[in-house]
């Protein structure tokens, strides 16, 4: 998002449109929120949608968020003070933007549902190993130990989870490197993916809370697929002009759609205009539209 650059209006009208039409509970940001220019007053407008609607929200960091004037700490701590901020972190944990936010029941008993949301860093930092960040082991390990414990606190039983990241795992790549999945929605570049493969979707997987994991990271790739059970996705650009855009239909957000006592998701691309394209049902799997 350019403070001040009349390109970034794009990137403005399309959210208020969005959270008119659909009237979210949570907005979830997914990275690279600020492109150029001062960090805080990109942050102002990025964010300004959701806090004049009084719709609680949530950022996990791109590998773009600390190369301006702020670093990725003081990027969490410019925001933390907003109205409706969720994002939160971990101390000792690689990275800053990694938290857990429990749904609760709609009688206010018990946690109905978990999003776990990761900060997957920036770039690598391995001598010999281009290319971009991962979530660390710590981080990892992290998830394992809480779904376990939110396991036992829901009597043995696994309650449906969700995952949040910036730079998509390896496994968005394995995916779909056969050609013999279905795609809902556009895949446009290739998976910007880390070399390094740190386990996470394994132990999701052994867990089996997770349902489906959300990416940002990749402009014009918008695509869900189902990998080995999880419906690995990627969200839809939302900003103006940058770097590379152009996915077509032009920008627009993923709605994602929890129903209480169900482990399952709905979720679809709603663009400008009302128009809603690639919905699906999972794990059924059904298109709608």
């Not at 190993?129 to 394992?144: A, E, L, N, P, T």
């Not at 709603?270 to 919905?279: A, H, P, S, T």
């Amino acid at each position: 998002w350019i403070a001040g650059d009349p390109r970034s209006d794009v990137a403005g009208v399309m959210m208020n449109e969005i959270l008119d039409e659909e009237k979210p509970d949570l907005v979830i940001y997914t990275g690279d929120i600020i492109y150029g220019g001062i960090a805080e007053d990109g942050l102002r407008k990025a964010l300004e949608p959701a806090i004049a609607r009084g719709i609680p929200f949530a950022v996990t960091f791109g590998n773009h968020d600390d190369e301006h004037n702020l670093n990725r700490t003081q990027v969490y701590e410019f925001i933390k003070g907003m109205p409706g901020n969720l994002t939160s972190t971990v101390e000792g944990l690689k990275g800053v933007t990694n938290f857990i936010l429990p749904v609760k029941s709609s009688d206010g008993t018990k946690d109905a549902a978990t999003l776990y949301v990761f900060d997957s860093n920036s770039y690598s930092t391995i001598k010999g190993i281009k290319g971009y960040g991962w979530i660390g082991s710590d981080q990892v390990q992290w998830y394992i130990e809480n779904s376990r414990n939110i396991k036992a606190a829901n009597g043995g039983d696994t309650i449906p989870a969700l995952a949040f990241f910036h730079i998509p795992l390896p496994e968005y790549f394995e995916a779909v490197k056969e050609g013999t999945v279905y795609m809902y929605g556009n895949r446009m570049e290739k998976v910007c993916c880390p070399e390094i493969n740190t386990g996470l979707f394994a132990a999701m997987l052994e867990a089996g809370d997770v349902l489906g994991t959300f990416a940002g990271h990749d402009h014009i790739n918008d695509y869900a697929v189902k990998w080995k059970g999880i419906m690995l996705c990627y969200g839809r650009y939302s900003g103006g002009s940058t770097v590379y855009h152009g996915i077509p239909g032009g920008n627009g957000a993923r709605v994602i759609e929890l129903t209480e006592g169900e482990k399952a998701f709905k979720s679809w691309i709603r663009l400008k205009e009302g128009k809603v394209i690639n919905e699906f049902e999972f794990p059924s799997e059904l298109i709608k539209k």
